[in-house]
Nanobody, 129 residues
Framework: QVQLVESGGGSVQAGGSLRLSCAVS????????MGWYRQAPGKEREGVAS????????WYADSVKGRFAISQGNAKNTRVLEMNSLKPEETAMYYC??????????????????????WGQGTQVTVSS
């Protein structure tokens, strides 16, 4: 069965950095879309970043461009979201999400959309001012 296992997150002061990791298991295809979205209490879900695991094409929300980056993790099925220069307004639960249909070429787009139908358990990111 499909599982998305997240790790990382925590608390940091404004301007600091955190890393989130997501391991996807049970996928039928090697090339698919995965990413992270976040949701703060009382706010709508917001896509943060995504990557096409085959071609490596990434997508980032305008609000995080230049500060966040997705990279390959230690395992083939793992990706890491590096978050730098964090802001207090980015305090939220961060969820790993995946669209495991085969993806060949192009961007995966916003991972908060309905096509991403697998999710991790979420991890809290708290940024203090």
């Amino acid at each position: 069965q499909v599982q998305l296992v997240e790790s990382g997150g925590g608390s940091v002061q404004a301007g600091g950095s955190l890393r989130l990791s997501c391991a996807v298991s049970g996928a039928t295809f090697e090339n698919y879309c995965m990413g992270w979205y976040r949701q703060a209490p009382g706010k709508e879900r917001e896509g943060v970043a995504s990557i096409a695991t085959g071609g490596g094409v990434t997508w980032y929300a305008d609000s995080v461009k230049g500060r966040f980056a997705i990279s390959q993790g230690n395992a083939k099925n793992t990706r890491v979201l590096e978050m730098n220069s964090l802001k207090p307004e980015e305090t939220a639960m961060y969820y790993c999400a995946a669209d495991l249909r085969p993806k060949y070429g192009g961007s995966c787009g916003d991972p908060s959309g309905y096509r991403y139908n697998y999710w991790g358990q979420g991890t809290q990111v708290t940024v203090s001012s």
